[in-house]
């Protein structure tokens, strides 16, 4: 019997959402988001440990390390690419926080159609127009969130 | 409906385990008319091109469920897609992913079935002997029957399996056939399994890594919704019957 | 309820709690007061530092980092026992999302605990 790669396999249900319609992007966006910001988040945590002269400090600094430490991380930091990936991320924060509400509510089965006998053409009931109303307020929400943290960044649209 | 024949090219994958086991696709050029399903130009080519292609079909009318197959990269029955459907001149026939591969365009049920047998797909009574008696018959109303009736409509075809992109790695989730054949029994008035049927999928490889991407109701050529009875499902398991 | 099932019940719980943190945190940086100034450890009222030491605020930064942990790194715990099938791996990837998951959380509780009395 044929035998397939197992990661590759991973990585081709995961990442390519082709064919299977709206709810396998809104599947695919959902784990990439999930992954990214979690690194994010660790990241973060470790970058916010400046505020107190890094994550190495046990015991309280003085206000002028810490404070001096925290200014050269900032410094460090705001740069074109950093505020670029930022701007991703907010993308992907408020697409996996909208879209989560909507997978929240269907594993509670909330927003589900009722199952019925099945008469062609068929149309799932599990795949209402609430939720598909969510997936692309979900849409929406990140590409303002996206726009927002790039005229903070960049101020590119208004001053 | 005769309408005038054109020519299509079949991609076909084959592979023969007993040849040195390398897949390779072959190419051939099939009339077809309006009317012509896939499947009867696969026959076409077993019968006037290239007899050793092997493929698994039956009743021609999306009854048995034996002929599903990846038709231009989606999971469909053959006997149940039109060429004429598909609008590509050529078109491209593989065996269903997530099943290992037989022969050509064969696929393994083993696993497959084995996971909608571990699901007790049948009633289950707390009294036996009053299910051996023939002269018993178990009422049930109209709404009780529609809570479970759409999900009885499956014919283990095994599209939803190669649709879901759990089953594509996940080797131990149930997939959605047999969750969905779970909650078609769970619910159904008659079933007195209870909290015992969701035991078997309440670990870590079972209901509860469904994501809900829906790509099984997508491909169900029955119209059974197995997302939705997956939901449904989870549902019962969070909130249900105490299990255990 | 099995113990997957209640993994999966906090994973939803602390997603509500995020949505509710978190939108305190992203209004403490962004809305409240310019973005450059929330960036500023001095004493102006909105200032980094002067965040940690508003007992609210850290307390909520404190319930975010709790539930994004738990919220992510479960998250990866599934992604990861979806690639693979084994006693071997399921375990080391429990442990290794646990141990990660709590250095986190030190982390960054010794951060919040450390700047709010700064």
Redesign the interface.
């Known amino acids: ?2 035998v397939r790669n ?2 590759v ?2 990585l081709k ?2 990442l390519i ?5 709206v ?2 992007w ?2 695919s966006l ?2 990439i988001s ?2 990214a ?2 690194l994010y ?2 990241l973060h ?2 970058e ?2 400046n ?2 002269g890094g ?1 190495q ?5 003085s ?1 002028e390390y ?2 001096q430490v ?2 050269e991380t ?1 410094e460090f930091l705001s740069n074109p690419f950093f505020d670029a990936g930022l701007a991703v991320l907010a993308f992907l ?1 408020f697409f996996h ?1 909208s879209n ?2 909507r ?2 509510l ?4 909330i927003l ?9 053409p ?1 149309h ?4 209402t127009k609430a939720q598909l109303t969510i997936f692309w307020v979900s849409i929406l929400l990140a590409v303002a969130a996206l726009l927002y943290s790039l005229n ?1 960044f960049f101020k590119v649209i208004l001053p | 409906m005769s309408g005038k024949l054109q020519e299509v090219r079949l991609r076909v994958y084959r ?1 023969d ?1 007993s040849n040195g ?1 390398r ?1 390779r696709y072959d190419i051939f050029s099939v009339p077809v008319k309006k009317d012509t399903t896939v499947l009867s130009a696969l026959l076409y080519v077993k019968e006037k091109l290239d007899p050793t292609l092997s493929i698994r079909f039956s009743c021609r009318m999306a009854t048995c469920g034996s002929c599903g197959m990846m038709i231009n ?2 999971p469909r029955l053959a006997c149940y897609t039109l060429v004429s459907q598909l609008k590509s001149k050529t078109i491209t026939v593989q065996p269903l992913n997530n099943f ?3 022969k050509d365009l064969v696929a ?1 049920f083993t696993d497959f079935f084995g996971k909608h047998r571990a699901m007790k797909p049948y009633l289950l009574r707390i009294d036996t002997y009053e299910q051996e008696k023939s002269n018993i018959s178990y009422r049930q109303t109209d709404e009780e029957l ?6 009885a ?1 499956c014919i283990r075809c095994g599209l939803c399996y190669a ?1 879901c ?1 759990v089953v ?2 996940d080797k131990r989730f149930p997939g959605p056939q047999a969750l969905s054949q779970l909650y078609r029994y769970y619910i159904d008035s008659r079933d007195e399994g209870g909290g015992e049927r969701l035991e078997v999928v309440s670990d870590s490889h079972g209901v509860l890594r469904c ?5 099984c ?4 050529p ?4 197995p ?3 997956i ?2 499902l ?2 019962e398991l ?2 249900g019957r105490r299990t255990g | 309820m099995s113990r997957e099932a209640r993994i999966m019940m906090l994973h ?1 719980i602390t ?2 709690v ?2 509710v943190a ?1 939108a305190i945190h992203l209004a403490t940086v ?1 809305l409240v007061s310019p ?1 450059e100034e929330s ?1 500023r ?2 004493n102006t009222p909105w200032s ?2 002067n965040v ?1 030491r508003n007992s609210l605020l850290a307390g909520s930064l404190e319930a975010l ?1 709790l539930a ?2 738990f919220h ?2 479960n ?2 715990r599934v ?1 990861l026992l ?3 099938q084994g006693r071997t791996w399921t375990r080391a990837v429990n442990v290794a999302v646990t141990v ?1 998951a709590i250095a ?1 959380v030190i ?2 509780t ?2 919040i605990f ?2 709010s ?2």
């Open positions: 019997m044929s197992p990661v396999t991973a249900t995961w959402p082709r064919r299977y319609g709810m396998r809104s599947y959902q784990r999930g992954v910001i979690t988040f660790v945590i470790g916010t440990a505020v107190i994550s400090v046990w015991s309280i600094p206000y810490a404070r925290w200014t900032v924060i926080t989560g509400v997978l929240f269907t594993h509670f089965g589900l159609g009722k199952p019925h006998r099945p008469e062609y068929y799932p009931a599990s795949m903070i | 592979y385990p086991g897949p990269g989606l290992p591969v037989v393994d529609l809570k479970y009736i759409q999900f409509y649709a992109p594509a790695t994501h809900f991407a829906g790509s109701s997508q491909v169900c029955k119209g059974v919704d997302a939705l009875a939901q449904l989870r549902r969070l909130f | 939803y997603g509500l995020i949505i978190g962004f973005y960036l450890f001095d980094v530092i940690y980092l994004v942990a992510g790194f998250g990866l992604i979806e690639l693979h990660a986190v982390n960054g010794k951060t450390i700047a009395m700064l």
